[in-house]
């Protein structure tokens, strides 16, 4: 149904005005929509093809949605070149620093202290310090990708996501499958997929309509870059808080670090290359204050590999890390 409907606000696009906040509202609320029953689709595909599958199905659609979000905007009108950045950096913040934190907490109420498989997050903390660095620290020391260096930047992003795949599917797959998996269900694949692939056509055709409106309510990019990353993982935050009241901790990994390895190692290489058959500039590197709270985030992530387990501080520690975020867009 969401599918249909979300084609159906496609449909009215062509034939009805889009101006002013009304519609700005309108199309955020059926995109929202929509990425619900994307999640819910994805959901059962990771029912029926268990973990890390079905989690990377739902990551993967999520990248999708970003890139339509961010493209909509960085090609809008106005001057948006460091949008690419800021849904990056804010996806990076709400992701370990709200929904990780989150999880970790709502785990910590029901089970206790969240445990961590060390392999696994090492993994993450690793391909993720990467791709930071390529991202938002090495696109500074050459004054922005442009020409070759968006190409070599791009290639070293998808290398290093797709090296990561490969482990994650192939021999490091039981280090990021749950201890103890829910049985399989026999619900329908290819028309769970089918549904699910629709509907996020439809997302990305709403959210070049979406680009513009956003561009004339909100002047600051930053904010900008907040409220696409804070859309984009609503679907994302239930399922993951979920995922940390029933004590899937390994779920929950999957789907925070797992999203943010897509962000960075998917949704960027992406825009870069909008951005080279556009001619469209963008700003990618990021400001000191900006590198401190992304090592602080990444650095309190560590810990937890100390003792192999999140604790109350970790969840804490990341609340208070999201909070100066939120108060330097101000």
């Known amino acids: 149904m969401s599918g249909v ?10 034939f009805l005005p889009l101006s002013g906040p009304v519609a700005m509202v309108g199309i955020l609320a059926v995109i929202i929509y929509a990425s619900f029953d994307v999640k819910r689709r994805a959901d059962a595909l990771s029912r029926r093809l268990g973990e890390p599958f079905g989690t990377i199905v739902l990551t993967l659609s999520i990248m999708v949605i970003e890139v339509a979000m961010v493209a909509s905007v960085l090609l809008g009108p106005s001057d948006h070149a460091s949008i690419a950045r800021d849904a990056a950096f804010s996806a990076t913040m709400l992701v370990i620093n709200l929904i990780l934190a989150g999880a970790i907490l709502a785990h910590l109420a029901r089970h206790g202290p969240m445990p961590v498989r ?10 993720l310090g990467v791709l930071g660095a390529v991202v938002f620290v ?14 070599l930047a791009g290639l070293v992003l998808v290398t290093a996501y797709g090296a990561f795949m490969c482990h994650q599917l192939g021999p490091g797959a039981a280090d990021f499958a749950e201890a103890a998996p829910a049985p399989r269900s026999s619900e329908p694949a290819a028309q769970n997929f089918v549904w699910l692939v629709a509907t996020l056509v439809a997302i990305v055709v709403l959210s070049h309509s979406l680009g513009p409106l956003l561009n004339e309510a909100v002047g600051n990019t930053a904010l900008v ?9 609503l679907p994302e935050t239930v399922t993951t808080l979920a995922a940390g009241r029933n004590g899937q901790s390994q779920r929950v990994s999957n789907l925070t670090h797992g999203a943010l390895v897509s962000v960075l190692g998917g949704s ?23 590198l ?22 970790h969840g804490l520690g990341h609340l208070a890390l999201l909070g100066v975020y939120v108060a330097t867009l101000f």
């Open 268 to 290: 960027v290489p992406s825009i870069l290359l909008i951005s080279a058959a556009t001619g469209q500039q963008i700003v990618l590197g990021v400001g000191n204050w900006e």
């Open 225 to 233: 870059g907040l409220i696409l990353a804070a859309v984009v993982l």
């Open 138 to 151: 090495a696109s500074r020391v050459v004054d922005e990708y442009r020409g070759l260096w968006a190409v």
């Open 5 to 14: 409907v979300a084609w159906l606000a496609v449909a009215l696009t062509f």
């Open 292 to 313: 401190a709270l992304l090592a602080a985030t990444l650095g309190l992530q560590a810990t937890a590999l100390v003792r192999q387990r999140f604790s109350p501080a």
């Open 118 to 127: 060390r392999r696994a997050l090492s993994w993450y903390l690793g391909v």
